[in-house]
């Protein structure tokens, strides 16, 4: 079992910065893929950044690639998203994501890949 909470979120003006964290609780965190992915109003839940157990792959949607950086400390229980060059339309919840056994690059990408979820933080990027 692992419980994840999500933190960093708030207002910042387009062309800003933010970091997020997850704390992940649990021993068996750094065996675990993790992923960040977000929900705007009206729409679906979508894929943002994964890593890999050990941080050596990381994946991207094309929306973020260049701007945002995906990190983890596994002696902290913890992942990261930073957040550069925000814009409006990054304005929604920030969810992080556990996945225990990805079995293939695709596997990162897909929600439903993922047994555990945080509650969520917002982040709201103002023009």
């Known amino acids: 079992q692992v419980q994840l909470v999500e933190s960093g979120g708030g207002l910042v003006q387009a062309g800003g910065s933010l970091r997020l964290s997850c704390a992940a609780s649990?021993?068996?965190?750094?065996?675990?893929?993790m992923g960040w992915f977000r929900q705007a109003p009206g729409k679906e839940r979508e894929f943002v950044a994964a890593?890999?157990?050990?941080?050596?792959?990381?994946y991207y949607a094309d929306s973020v690639k260049g701007r945002f950086t995906i990190s983890r400390d596994n002696a902290k229980n913890t992942v990261y998203l930073q957040m550069n060059s925000l814009k409006p339309e990054d304005t929604a919840v920030y969810y992080c994501?556990?996945?225990?056994?990805?079995?293939?690059?695709?596997?990162?990408?897909?929600?439903?890949?993922?047994?555990?979820w945080g509650q969520g933080t917002q982040v709201t990027v103002s023009s």
């Open positions: 994501a556990a996945e225990p056994h990805p079995g293939s690059d695709y596997d990162f990408f897909d929600l439903y890949e993922y047994d555990y």
């Open positions: 649990g021993r068996t965190f750094s065996s675990y893929a």
């Open positions: 890593i890999s157990w050990s941080g050596g792959n990381t």
